[in-house]
């Protein structure tokens, strides 16, 4: 399985209803890219100076259910969206193992 994180810093003019819309909009997501696995997010609430504004953590079966996802035409409004309301943005995507349990 792929864990697929991503962390956003917003720039201080992106509008909160702008971010709310991307919010919703991820939140969807799973109901229309059936490559995902799992997905979660939200803001960060400690709000410490190392703190990033908004994290997504989504989980694929393999790579290519990342690329899927990536390429995805409900997902592209976001990549979009996302890339014009960032400050920053930092990704890690890496491999953990099934639940034990689980059948692969």
Do not use: C, N
Not at 17 to 32: A, I, M, N, Q, T
Not at 37 to 64: N, T
């Amino acid at each position: 399985m792929i864990r697929h994180v991503v962390m956003f810093r917003w720039k201080p003019d992106f509008e909160e209803s702008r971010r709310r819309e991307w919010y919703d909009r991820l939140l969807e997501l799973p109901g229309k890219i059936d490559v995902i696995r799992s997905l979660s997010a939200g803001p960060d609430v400690l709000r410490s100076g190392r703190s990033w504004d908004v994290v997504l953590v989504a989980d694929f079966d393999s790579l290519e259910d990342v690329g899927v996802y990536t390429d995805h035409p409900d997902h592209q409004p976001l990549i979009a969206l996302s890339g014009a309301g960032a400050a920053q943005i930092a990704s890690v995507d890496f491999e953990i193992p099934e639940p034990p349990g689980s059948i692969a």
